[in-house]
């Protein structure tokens, strides 16, 4: 309620402003300058220190300031270890356009920058790599050709020395001042990354606000991993221009990260606070890459074992016999638990607790509670880094992929997720993957081969993403492109059955060096309903089905579908699943410790004689 | 003289401020949220601006926005009331940094006392009595039992990372330390991963007893008596009275010595309080110094005819204080009641809502600070005081018929308050007698409430 009636004013001192004993009249109170300044985004004033110590971040809606080249250089290094290289490199006016070179000597005095970008060398978290930072504060870090010839100067550099690249980007696209040699950046840029990925190095673009046009068609969107800041504007054309042409207003999000990363383009949005210790940690993993890769790659290191191992083998003998007995004599080893040889263990291990039928195996594998791929990734890694996205269209989130630590080695690991509870299974699509899903998971299993590392895949899923999209994208494309791919990469491939490996959907995870399942999943041609229903045109005969479909961990066994069979003590779930840990986690040692050894050629015709003998 | 002042809070206090400006001739400005357009101290100020939102983080804890209200409409000064900003060292450097005058201490003083250590050590250092403890973390029964004896007993052992009860037990007896200890540690462990202990005298039943203390730029302090804050429920103040019925002339003496020492230690400038916890046994320690006008300041109004919020300004206006401690004479009984938005019989829960009907007591010694009027809706983000019943009467016993009457007065309706709990209390004979300590709503059912009742 407000009064009608306004209060009586009371009577101000006349004069008190000069009134002795007044020791503050002769100055009017003013905010200093440089003491607050405006945040775009909630528009409310705020303390520069405060925003200075806060990683530039607005306190109050942390919104993201941009940074200037040396900050974020100072944000990221480790303390002192920045060593600048090409600095002063200057443009030649290439077009001579009118008034450029006034307004660069105008912009290096009020930034105290050459040009738009600072290159040099630094290391993170003790891992040594070369750095690149575009600093929006000259002509919006435009490329012309010296930001060009920087970048591709320091690429060059570091390829020679083997070291890691990190751009931070941040750019407004090419520079118009400096016309079609602005555009040539372009392709020169790329041209050194390329070189730089051929010898085998790694690239690491971190995407800030904002990464336009011909930036983003060069550098920005070649990392072999790409991170980029939350809330980021990242496009080939601006929204303004898209506007205009296509006369629509854009909706909300649209080209942000977040945006970006739905889309499958960016491999991970970090929180500035947590960059360097990110790119530290995926620094780290690749830094000891090349000791394993050089281990793995040597011919002649492959062991007695392994050459006989190979050598043995005939087409159509069943692989896993030889392959349990190595596992069996390890077993012997390590626990003496089992001493016999591989089909009576296959045997004993279906009598270990009540015989099941085939379609209780089944409904244990698609138990609720069952542990899903993100529960073993849990289990048996560390350092779990996920990386998003196909690059092409979306990022499927039936398929959760990364780059984990196991025992002091970084691995690429892959998972179908099913989630826990319906949202979760309504968010990773119940398991079922989409093309994004397999394109994802081929994109990162490239970057293993290229890394060097092993591929230990998780397959849980009742069949891949039967729908629409899945066939406008080309469902029968990307499942049969793994199958291709996979059968000739050059690192080992591990999959682990860990659910349901429902057809074409669970193989495409599955063209491995060794399949393993475990002793209550299940891997078939189809769902036992399908299986029912295209044979007898009845899915509720589904039961009847799974006993003649040959698809639990036993019968596969039997088959010489796969090698080895992990024990469930008891049916696991969420809560007993750290009881195969030791298990689990000490077969893999060894399958790696195996497969690692074998040179390359080897390790290829291994796997192509393992599905030729099928 | 300060020409113009902005008040950088609202409610009671806001008001209070105001209409000393009103008597000073000093412009007022009020800052208001979006809430409080509506409130006694938006139409009451000479001008008023709104800061924000009801939230209080994105309007009256939002120095940004409090320093745009100053910068826009010319204030010289601000003043920022109790709670929000005025503990604030920033805030105070903040203005220290824009040149306007912050009604209240420096910067480094607010940051120093805010500091729990830094104030120990500087009433160490000044000879003022801290609750004897360990300097030293405690890891061993030992060197526990050594530093207990020393401390002297009963003893409270704490969990160095210690919080919400846990890891703390007390001995009251040499025999008893070792288990206290051993259970202490246990439970530190088990809950902080860490069995670092500290070992501090435990003051059982203590009074919470205050002492107001003035202080100008020239060196000059004085205390004005203290106020007994004791019954307390959860650190909530509820009732305050000057003087205390615990506090001889003598004790007074030796306490007021003390703060004026502690202010002087801390370099302290304008009005403060020197928060003491006292024993049965006479003993006192330093708790706190609160660095801002406190709620309960009329009471200390009422016995020494002082107005408080003027001498803040004209300390702020950089004038010496205008009385010697000589000067200063306690006169009489003051007893105040906070009047709060809640219902006791459901856990104080607090009560917004519209008042549809008000009658408020008046009369000779009686006086109420309230910011609330018939029709007035009482917002939900801020603190559940609606108004402060102040009675002065000569004796304790006048005092206490005062506040009973005038309580017995007081009609709010369309919103749940605490008056009828009030009520209870100065009707309980402990109460009445003067017999009570820091635990007497815990060791007390009043009006049909047990406040450990959950």
Not at chain 1, 201 to 212: A, G, K, R
Not at chain 1, 318 to 330: G, P, W, Y
Not at chain 1, 536 to 553: F, G, I, P, Y
Not at chain 2, 270 to 279: K, P, R
Request: charge should be negative; aromatic fraction near 8%; glycine fraction near 8%.
């Amino acid at each position: 309620m407000k009064f009608k009636h306004m209060f009586k004013r009371t009577a101000v001192k006349a004069g008190s402003v000069n009134s002795a004993g007044n020791l503050f009249a002769a100055r009017q109170p003013e905010v200093p300058d440089g003491l607050l300044k405006k945040c775009n985004s909630c528009k409310s004033a705020v303390f520069v220190e405060e925003v200075k110590k806060n990683y530039y971040i607005c306190p109050h809606c942390r919104n993201y300031f941009r940074v200037h080249a040396y900050r974020r250089i100072e944000m990221v290094a480790d303390a002192d270890s920045f060593e600048e290289w090409n600095q002063g490199l200057k443009t030649e006016n290439p077009l001579h356009f009118k008034g450029y070179e006034e307004k660069l000597e105008g912009l290096r005095e009020k930034t105290k920058l050459d040009e738009a970008v600072i290159t040099g060398k630094v290391t993170i978290g003790g891992t040594p790599a070369v750095i690149g930072v575009c600093d929006g504060r000259f002509l919006m870090a435009s490329m012309g050709e010296v930001v060009g010839e920087k970048i591709t100067r320091a690429v060059e550099r570091a390829t020679e020395e083997k070291l890691p690249v990190i751009l931070f980007v941040c750019s407004g696209g090419a520079r118009m001042q400096e016309g079609i040699v602005s555009l040539m950046q372009m392709a020169k840029t790329s041209a050194a990354l390329k070189r730089h990925s051929d010898a085998g190095q790694l690239y690491i673009s971190v995407l800030t606000n904002p990464t336009t046009g011909g930036v983003t068609a060069s550098f920005a969107m070649l990392g072999d991993i790409i991170l980029a800041e939350p809330n980021a504007l990242i496009g080939f054309a601006g929204p303004r221009v898209i506007e205009q042409t296509i006369g629509q207003k854009l909706p909300q999000g649209f080209q942000r990260s977040e945006f970006l990363l739905e889309h499958g383009f960016i491999d991970e949005i970090v929180e500035r606070e947590n960059l360097k210790e990110e790119l530290g940690r995926i620094l780290k993993m690749h830094a000891v890459d090349g000791a394993v890769k050089g281990k793995s790659r040597i011919p002649e290191k492959a062991d007695e074992e392994t050459s006989q191992y190979i050598s043995e083998e005939k087409p159509g003998q069943i692989l896993s016999e030889q392959c349990l007995k190595n596992d069996t004599e390890q077993s012997v080893k390590n626990d003496g638990e089992q001493s016999q040889s591989g089909k009576t263990e296959t045997k004993g291990m279906n009598q270990i607790g009540p015989k099941m039928s085939a379609w209780e195996h089944v409904q244990l594998a698609r138990e609720k509670n069952r542990p899903t791929g993100k529960d073993y990734v849990n289990l048996l890694f560390t350092d779990f880094v996920e990386m998003h996205g196909d690059r092409y269209f979306r990022d499927d989130p039936a398929v959760i992929g990364g780059i984990a630590m196991f025992c002091g080695q970084p691995v690429t690991v892959l998972v179908q997720e099913k989630g826990h509870g319906t949202k979760a299974n309504i968010e990773h699509n119940f398991g079922m993957v989409s093309p994004d899903g397999y394109r994802k998971s081929l994109r990162l299993m490239k970057q293993a081969e290229k890394f060097g590392r092993p591929v230990i895949c998780f397959v849980d899923t009742p069949g891949a993403f039967c729908g629409l999209e899945a066939e406008e994208r080309g469902q029968g494309e990307a499942i049969a492109r793994n199958l291709y791919e996979l059968s000739g990469l050059k690192v080992p491939v591990l999959s682990v059955v860990i659910g349901e490996g429902g057809s074409g959907g669970a193989l495409a995870f599955a063209v491995a060096d060794e399949v393993w399942m475990m002793e209550h999943s299940i891997y078939s041609i189809l769902s036992p309903e399908g299986f029912a229903s295209i044979l007898w045109k009845d899915s509720k005969r589904a039961k009847e089905a799974a006993e003649v479909m040959k698809l639990t961990a036993g019968d596969l066994k039997e088959l010489g579908i796969i090698e080895q069979i992990i024990r469930e003590e008891e049916p696991l779930n969420r809560e007993n699943l750290p009881e195969v840990f030791e298990d689990l986690s000490r077969k893999i040692q060894h399958f790696l410790e195996h497969y690692e050894t074998m040179d390359e050629t080897a390790l290829v015709k291994h796997r192509y004689d393992r599905f030729r003998r099928m | 003289m300060i020409r113009k002042l902005l008040i950088a809070n609202r409610g009671e206090i806001a008001v209070r401020i105001i209409r000393a400006c009103r008597e000073m001739g000093i412009e007022s400005v009020a800052v208001y949220s979006e809430a409080d357009r509506e409130s006694l101290h938006t139409q009451l100020a000479d001008e008023a601006i709104c800061i924000g939102p009801g939230p209080s983080s994105e309007s009256y804890l939002n120095m940004e926005r409090i320093m745009s209200a100053a910068m826009v409409s010319g204030a010289d000064a601000i003043h920022p009331g109790f709670g929000f900003l005025s503990e604030n060292a920033k805030f105070a450097e903040f203005c220290e940094q824009c040149g306007i005058i912050f009604v209240g201490p420096n910067s480094e003083v607010i940051r120093n006392l805010g500091n729990k250590q830094v104030a120990r050590n500087t009433m160490t250092a000044a000879g003022v009595p801290v609750i004897p403890g360990t300097d030293i973390p405690i890891l061993e029964v030992q060197t526990g039992l050594a530093e207990a004896d020393r401390i002297g007993y009963p003893v409270i052992v704490k969990a160095a990372l210690g919080g919400g009860g846990k890891g703390m037990r007390t001995a009251d007896t040499k025999e008893e330390f070792e288990l206290a200890f051993q259970t202490a540690q246990k439970e530190a462990q088990m809950a902080f991963g860490d069995g670092t202990m500290y070992i501090e005298h435990f003051v059982q039943h203590p009074r919470h007893i205050e002492f107001q203390i003035l202080a100008d730029r020239y060196g000059n302090v004085i205390h004005l008596g203290e106020r007994d804050c004791s019954i307390q429920r959860n650190h909530q103040k509820m009732i305050e009275e000057s003087p205390s019925a615990a506090v001889s002339e003598e004790l007074r003496l030796k306490m007021g010595e003390a703060a004026v020492k502690a202010a002087q230690a801390a370099h302290y400038v304008n009005a403060g309080t020197i928060e003491f916890l006292l024993e049965k046994t006479g003993r006192f320690y330093f708790m706190e110094m609160n660095t801002r006008i406190q709620v309960e300041h009329p009471v200390t109004e009422c016995v020494t005819g002082m107005d408080l919020i003027k001498e803040q300004i004209k300390i702020a206006s950089g004038e010496p204080l205008s009385v010697t401690q000589e000067d200063v004479r306690i006169q009489g009984h003051a007893i105040e009641c906070r009047i709060n938005a809640e219902n006791p019989e459901k856990h104080f829960r607090p009560s917004p809502g519209t008042i549809t009907e008000l009658h408020l007591p008046g009369g000779q010694g009686i006086r109420i600070d309230t910011d609330i009027y018939n029709g007035y809706r009482v917002p939900p983000y801020y603190d559940s005081m609606l108004a402060k019943l102040i009675v002065c009467g000569d004796t304790r016993e006048e005092a206490i018929a005062k506040m009973q009457s005038a309580l017995g007065e007081v009609i709010i309706d369309g919103i749940d308050t605490n008056v009828d709990y009030q009520f209870g209390i100065l009707e309980n004979p402990d109460y009445q007698a003067g017999n009570f300590d820091i635990e007497f709503l815990n060791t007390h059912v009043i009006a049909g409430v047990n406040i450990n009742e959950v």
